[in-house]
């Protein structure tokens, strides 16, 4: 047993000394996590990803990045022991081993701002989360909700924005930078309902990996991770470490032996003045308090009247320090500059009739003033040296703007906050800041030269002091409210006024009082019914809330059977995104294949190939949507007919094309029921010909069936003549061949008119409508003579362009339909109204009878196939629909059927109206 153990804990030892002595480590990362961790130009980059690289720094280490692609997916390479270390994040599996605490966060709600309703956490939501460290969490504080995990944010913001999602919980940096960075910041908005601080821990499988990781991380300062950090995290608010600074100890010891003498000025207001109160104030002096503090400083103030003293005072070692000064060449002779620790625009003061001044070198010639070795007037001179000729210097800031004022100088130049605060100060309304000078005073602290160790002392400081404080100081200043002058006549009337205001408040309150007492026990009673109400409200809500989500996974279920795909276009990054309709449509498996425009274009068919080329080109080209039909080949040799829709959503800086969406949807089975409707309407127009062929044959058969009688009479009375008479009388015969002759001629021209009617020409001619209606009748005529039918025509002269046969062939089937109806009905007076008119570039036929209408159960469907008011055996039912296929799809017209009641030589009829409307050229 003891064999055992010591075998045990010399393979313990070994393990530790193998992993103490392992130098390269490979960590894992998730790359689309910024700021912590994304892949930026190819390589890792982020806060935590700087954190890492400093600690293989700190400790001689190697380190080798691993991007995940996913967040799931990267830490899962830990626990397969693929990598060494996952980046950072909270414990969430038991395999998980963590590092002590390297950063903080806080998880955050994110809502889209479109949405204005209350969230609880009680309610139903769908919420989305990144990868399952965050699932137990959002379940426990959310259990009525359906939590979805997504892998990247990609597809969490898409859902997100897309209003799938009523919730994000994650990272709140994180979320917000990358927001930020991908244009929809102004989309979202965090709620306080929920926030939770959550520690980052670096992750390992290993404990001995944990034990290096925790060893290397103690020898980075605090420093050095704040710098890091402020880097990423420019608002101090959510910055986790903290600047500190440390001393030597010849700093320290410098300080501890030194009182030092601070030179102040007396009036450089609003930096450094002597108040009412004989006490100093101002910016800097405040800020140089907070200097004084930190480095428990032990000061005597000397007030000097004019700058020039105060210069001389650090020259001659009099005093030790200033701590509201500019660096100027000359100055850096006698004395030391801290770095800048603010800094404001030296401005120029002119009367408030004069310009806005854009460059200061448009006012170098004439006068201008400036306080005595201001650094203003300083870096004036180095800037442009023979400007002195045209300078006016004063004592104080002052006499210089007095001296604008009385006009004897143009303009007074000096540092922005001094200039306003003088001019409000002095009530000098008559001023006004006309531009800047382009130049910009850095406010440093001065020191003796001899003083170095105090000035890296402070300078240590500057770096340590929050900005924020600093603005503050600033901000208060700028702010305040410059004195006046007292004047009593004007609290007087305020006072009055104010006494008269309270008079009248007071009856106004009491009358108040009454009318509240009755408000209160109304309100009371509403009070009760909107809570009852809201009540029922909230029960409803959560009803609808439940309904809603069900609605939007049939909505998404939907979108599948439709079997609509959709795609984006990345012209910057040459990336095509495939929804996963788009991969099925195109015979693929989701992800099955990495799409490119390169790919799209190889499965189009060879005659669409260039069409869709130039879609594409012209897309890029417009901002409109475009809409393109066109065939594909599929792997398995399918063809597929497809319609693409695609749009630019967005455009570059220079108005180019950057992100194009578009949709594709299958028409094959669609085109399939084309085909078959075409195959099918034109087995209808070959059977309307037949059918018209029927009937033009009865047509035939009335027509000769006189002319053959009058024939056969005539050709029967010459040869009783000649059996009887052996002669015929010359009069008679002529009379009799005359006859004969006649009526041959009219069955040739029958035969030509059913000859035209059967042998259309399709093109669109020119022909007078009133002509074509005499052909339609006379194609008919027999049977109008045969049933007795008065036809009343009212036709227009009018020229028409369209193809003649067709309108023929619809005439026909009208004129037909009205014939059987008289026949059928046995009308004893049988009518036929033919009226045809020009009205706004359309021609207008309109034919009626009085054979008592259609019935109202069947009106609406006599334009239907195979539909028929006549006898089984008597009608086809195909007239007039092909009659309305034609003049719809060729003609470019309408056709219409009612029912018209309408009187004739002081007689009511009703009939059927065919109104038929045709454009009259093209």
């Not at 047993?1 to 075998?7: A, D, E, I």
């Not at 500190?244 to 007396?266: D, G, P, Q, R």
């Not at 000096?414 to 130049?439: A, F, R, W």
């Not at 029921?673 to 075409?678: A, N, T």
Request: hydrophobic share 35%.
């Amino acid at each position: 047993m003891n064999r055992v153990f010591r075998f045990l804990s010399i393979l313990l030892l070994l393990t530790s000394f193998l992993y103490s002595a392992q130098t390269s480590f490979k960590v894992s990362y998730a790359p689309d996590y910024a700021p912590f961790s994304y892949l930026e130009n190819g390589k890792p980059e982020g806060l935590l990803v700087d954190y890492w690289k400093l600690w293989a720094e700190k400790n001689n280490y190697s380190l080798e990045f691993i991007n995940g692609k996913y967040w799931g997916d990267a830490i899962e390479l830990v626990n397969e022991g693929k990598v060494d270390f996952f980046l950072g994040t909270n414990p969430y599996k038991p395999w998980m081993k963590a590092s002590k605490s390297i950063y903080k966060t806080t998880i955050s709600l994110f809502i889209n701002k479109d949405f204005s309703k209350d969230f609880n956490l009680n309610a139903p939501y769908l919420i989305g989360i990144i990868g399952k460290g965050l699932e137990e969490t959002t379940k426990k504080n959310f259990p009525n909700s359906e939590i979805l995990v997504y892998k990247n944010y990609t597809t969490l913001f898409k859902d997100f924005l897309a209003k799938k999602l009523d919730l994000i919980f994650d990272d709140k940096t994180a979320i917000e930078f990358y927001s930020l960075r991908n244009g929809f910041f102004h989309k979202i908005k965090s709620l306080d309902l929920l926030q939770i601080p959550t520690p980052i821990y670096a992750i390992s499988k290993e404990e001995n990996l944990i034990e290096v990781f925790n060893k290397g991380f103690e020898k980075i300062t605090q420093e050095e991770l704040y710098d890091i950090e402020n880097k990423w995290i420019i608002n101090n608010e959510f910055q986790i470490y903290k600047k500190s600074f440390e001393l030597t100890k010849e700093e320290k010891e410098f300080l501890k032996n030194h009182k030092f003498n601070v030179s102040i000025s007396k009036a450089w207001e609003p930096f450094t003045f002597i108040s009412k109160y004989n006490k100093p104030t101002g910016i800097s002096y405040e800020i140089w308090n907070i200097f004084v503090k930190k480095l428990s400083l032990d000061c005597t103030y000397h007030v000097d009247n004019t700058f020039t003293k105060q210069l001389n005072s650090i020259k001659t070692k009099k005093n030790d320090i200033i701590f509201s000064a500019g660096e100027t060449e000359d100055r850096k002779e006698y004395a030391l500059f801290t770095k800048p620790y603010i800094e404001f625009p030296i401005s120029i003061v002119t009367l408030k009739d004069e310009n806005f001044i854009e460059n200061i070198e448009t006012i170098l010639n004439k006068k201008i003033c400036l306080l005595e070795n201001s650094t203003a007037h300083k870096l004036l001179k180095e800037k442009y040296p023979d400007v002195d000729k045209n300078l006016i210097l004063v004592k104080n800031t002052k006499d210089g703007l007095q001296k604008v004022i009385h006009k004897e100088a143009y303009a007074y130049i000096g540092i922005k906050p001094n200039l306003l605060y003088n001019i409000n100060n002095l009530g000098l309304n008559e001023l006004k800041i006309s531009g800047n000078t382009g130049l910009t005073y850095k406010i440093s602290i001065m020191v003796r030269k001899d003083y170095p160790l105090l000035k890296s002392a402070l300078e240590k400081t500057i770096d340590s002091i929050d900005k924020e404080s600093i603005s503050d100081i600033v901000g208060e200043w700028t702010n305040i409210q410059f004195k006046e002058k007292f004047n009593y006549k004007t609290l007087i009337i305020i006072l009055i006024i104010v006494f008269v205001i309270f008079i009248v408040l007071i009856y106004i309150n009491q009358a108040n009082i009454k009318r509240n007492k009755i408000l209160k026990d109304l309100v009371d009673e509403r009070t009760k019914e909107l809570k009852l109400l809201n009540q029922e409200l909230e029960k409803r809500v959560q009803e609808k809330t439940k309904e809603l989500i069900k609605t939007n996974y049939l909505l998404d279920e939907a979108q599948k059977i439709a079997r609509l795909g959709s795609f984006s276009y990345n012209f910057k990054k040459k990336e095509l995104i495939w929804s996963d309709e788009h991969f099925k449509i195109f015979g693929f498996y989701p992800n099955e294949i990495r799409p490119s425009i390169t790919k799209f274009i190889s499965f189009i068919h060879d005659d669409d190939k260039q069409k869709v080329k130039k879609h594409l080109f012209k897309i890029m080209h417009n901002d409109k949507r475009k809409v393109i039909e066109f065939k594909i080949i599929l792997r398995d040799n399918t063809k597929k007919y497809l319609q693409l829709s695609t749009k630019v959503s967005k455009y570059d800086s220079n108005g180019k094309a950057q992100i194009i969406l578009g949709t594709i949807i299958d028409l094959t089975k669609v085109k399939e029921l084309e085909l078959q409707k075409r195959e099918k309407d034109s087995m209808l127009a070959q059977q309307s010909k037949m059918a018209a062929l029927g009937e033009m044959l009865e047509n035939i058969a009335h027509q000769w069936r006189q002319p053959l009688s009058v024939i056969s009479t005539a050709s029967t009375g010459l040869q009783l003549q000649i059996e009887l008479n052996d002669e015929i009388p010359r009069e008679t015969l002529y009379q009799s061949v005359k006859s004969i002759n006649e009526h041959t001629q009219y069955l040739s021209r029958t035969i030509d008119d059913f000859r035209n009617f059967f042998n259309p020409k399709k093109e669109k001619t020119f022909f007078n409508i009133s002509s074509t209606i005499e052909k339609a009748l006379s194609l008919v005529s027999s049977r109008i003579k045969k049933e007795s039918i008065c036809i009343i025509q009212e036709v227009e002269k009018v020229e028409i362009k369209t193809i003649e046969s067709e309108l023929i062939q619809i005439l026909l089937n009208i004129f037909n339909n009205a014939i059987d109806a008289l026949t059928q009905n046995n009308i004893e007076d049988k009518y036929i109204f033919v009226t045809v008119f020009r009205k706004n570039d359309y021609l207008h036929i309109k034919i009626k009878d009085n054979a008592g209408g259609i019935p109202k159960k069947i009106i609406n469907r006599v334009f239907e196939p195979y539909f028929t008011t006549k006898h089984k055996y008597q009608g086809t039912g195909i007239g007039l629909y092909m009659s309305n296929e034609i003049i719809t799809k060729h003609l470019n017209g309408i056709i219409k059927v009612s029912n018209n009641k309408f009187e004739h030589e002081e007689k009511d009829y009703t009939g059927a109206l065919f109104a038929i409307s045709i454009p009259i050229s093209e």
